[in-house]
């Protein structure tokens, strides 16, 4: 079974992630994990903090001449931004929150956990955990690679602008969407997603957006249909809510779906040259009763925009006063918080390693070794 769990807070020392259960032998290429990191800190939009952090990536265990050895994989990711937060942070005496910002965990965090302090909150509940999930991710990419699967990204919509994306084959869009600053293959509408950017800054706001993520060269049979909770494409789905602000995902052209007939909708079955089966579209998205059918597994996620805005929401300050015997809270506008005008470029390279985690559990649950040999046989 692989797991994975991270720790850290936003302005702590590090983030670490625990990678356990991946097969012995598995060569960790330290620049190819880097590559993800970098990817993750680039995008039109994205704050401050991008120009602190140069995120790299420290194998503490697990790693011996470079290959996997069996036992959990300890990966470690400094926060340079930790030198500005070092003192407060040893004399516990961190700016202190008590007005919770709209869409955030602020509000829920403190409840659910008894907690006086928005800060206490912030500082796990932020996406910058998401750089140790990158990280473990590229691992799992690392895994998938040695069986023929890669998995890429490109954004389809920020604030509005949509875009057509050519006619080209997978790899060929992610190759363009790299060399955009948004992470989109079509040109007119990346730099239209600009403008819309640059106007949202301008206007002290926030945008959000749309981006697909596939898995080419998957094979038959990952995944069950026994059980609700071994389903591939329900895993697969909570794997991408997971990440902040995403609010909705859907494989394949789902939602187009739901308004056309069934004779429409589903992949008819053709045999092909070599006494297997081919289809001619994959309207499915590559599951069929939550197992892998052999075609791309395609998603597609919506990501909110980004709670934090310059111009601030209304809210309500935590702290009570004393007014009339009486202890109330009085209406407040929370403190801004350094933030991403526009992070779906961002989101998409995260979405990535999580469904490269989740296909890599459902094929070493499917093909097991404790070997990298193992399981190729």
């Known amino acids: 079974m692989l797991r994975m769990l991270t720790a850290g807070e936003s302005h702590g020392p590090c983030l670490v992630a625990i990678v356990d259960g991946l097969p012995a032998g598995l060569e960790i290429r330290i620049k190819m994990i880097d590559h993800e990191l970098a990817r993750r800190q680039r995008g039109y939009g994205r704050n401050k903090r991008m120009e602190i952090e140069h995120d790299h990536v420290e194998i503490l265990s697990g790693v011996i001449g470079g290959k996997t050895t069996g036992a959990p994989v300890g990966l470690r990711i400094e926060n340079r931004d930790w030198n500005n937060w070092r003192e407060h942070w040893a004399a516990g005496d961190l700016p202190r929150l008590s007005v919770p910002r709209p869409g955030h965990a602020d509000y829920a965090g403190l409840v659910k956990y008894g907690l006086k302090d928005i800060r206490l909150v912030l500082e796990r509940a932020s996406a910058r955990e998401t750089a140790a999930r990158v990280a473990a991710g590229a691992v799992a990419k690392l895994l998938l690679a040695e069986f023929g699967i890669s998995i890429g990204s490109y954004v389809t919509e920020i604030g509005g602008v949509i875009a057509t994306p050519p006619e080209l084959d997978e790899k060929e869009l992610w190759a363009l969407a790299e060399t955009s600053e948004v992470h989109c293959p079509d040109v007119e509408a990346s730099n239209r997603m600009k403008q819309a950017i640059d106007a949202a800054r301008e206007a002290r706001d926030t945008l959000g957006g749309v981006f697909i993520v596939t898995a080419i060269g998957v094979m038959v049979g990952l995944g069950s249909y026994v059980q609700w909770d071994r ?119 995260i979405a990535e390693a999580m469904i490269a985690w989740t296909v890599a559990e459902a094929l070493i649950e499917k093909f097991g070794g404790d070997s990298l040999a193992e399981m190729r046989r």
Do not use: W
């Open 231 to 349: 389903r591939l494409d329900a895993r697969l789905a909570a794997a991408v809510m997971s990440i902040p602000g995403i609010k909705g995902v859907e494989i394949g052209p789902a939602f187009e779906n739901a308004r056309l007939p069934g004779s429409i909708v589903h992949d008819d079955l053709f045999p092909n040259d070599n006494g297997g089966i081919k289809r001619m579209t994959n309207r499915a998205g590559g599951l069929e009763g939550g197992v892998t059918n052999g075609e791309s597994i395609v998603l597609r996620a919506a990501m909110k925009p980004i709670s934090t805005t310059a111009e601030p929401h209304k809210s309500v300050d935590l702290a009570k006063v004393s007014m009339e015997e009486r202890e109330i809270l009085l209406p407040a506008q929370p403190s801004y918080q350094r933030s991403d005008y526009c992070a779906v470029p961002a989101a998409s390279i």
